[in-house]
T-cell receptor, first 112, second 113 residues
């Protein structure tokens, strides 16, 4: 248990569906991240929220929409995804002046 | 921009062999360096870190030394075990660039009994 909790652990969705991934941390961290981990590809940083403001989006397609309502919660809203979006989506949090990140166990997403 | 390059896998070793996974970095500031490990079916966990030049991070028999002159942070272990089979990620965090954490591609390690 790292203190970062992601739900759901597994998600199967059709290309026309709308779903959301949730991440929660109670470590008192002030930065949260979404990463995408695809088979045979590097870990890709998608979004960073520092002090609840988005500071990075790395040219992620608009079908992925993050939301950070407070420092403890992070969402990734999904709509009209493509099969190539199937991957493990990892949430992480850190205290920005220390750099060490704690990861959730990820949501395994399959787009059919 | 900042980047991390690590050796491609998979790396396959026999139990009790010596392990080295190479990692080099590019950074404009003064980064902290990390190794993360991802065991099968789990999220990433911090394995070790070093925050300044010549620091040595160590944990669970693994070591890595922050070499500023060669911009490297190679991961080593003297005698690997089957339970060390995992994916290892080198990463950096640069205080001068919003502390964004940048990862390498990951190196998959297989240890044979």
């Amino acid at each position: 248990e790292t203190g970062v909790t992601q739900t759901p652990r597994h998600l199967v969705m059709g290309m026309t569906n709308k779903k959301s991934l949730k991440c929660e941390q109670h470590l008192g961290h002030n930065a949260m991240y979404w990463y995408k981990q695809s088979a045979k590809k590097p870990l890709e940083l998608m979004f960073v929220y520092s002090l609840e403001e988005r500071v990075e989006n790395n040219s992620v397609p608009s079908r992925f929409s993050p939301e950070c309502p407070n420092s403890s919660h992070l969402f990734l809203h999904l709509h009209t995804l493509q099969p190539e979006d199937s991957a493990l989506y990892l949430c992480a949090s850190s205290q920005t002046d220390r750099g060490k990140a704690f990861f959730g166990q990820g949501t395994r997403l399959t787009v059919v | 921009g900042n980047s991390v390059t690590q050796m491609e896998g998979p790396v396959t070793l026999s139990e009790e062999a010596f392990l080295t996974i190479n990692c080099t970095y590019t950074a404009t500031g003064y980064p902290s360096l990390f190794w993360y490990v991802q065991y099968p079916g789990e999220g990433l966990q911090l394995l070790l870190k070093a925050t300044k030049a010549d620091d040595k991070g160590s944990n669970k028999g693994f070591e890595a030394t922050y070499r500023k002159e060669t911009t490297s942070f190679h991961l080593e272990k003297g005698s690997v075990q089957v339970s060390d089979s995992a994916v290892y990620f080198c990463a950096l965090s640069d205080r001068n660039r919003d502390d964004k954490i940048i990862f390498g591609k990951g190196t998959r390690l297989h240890i044979l009994p």
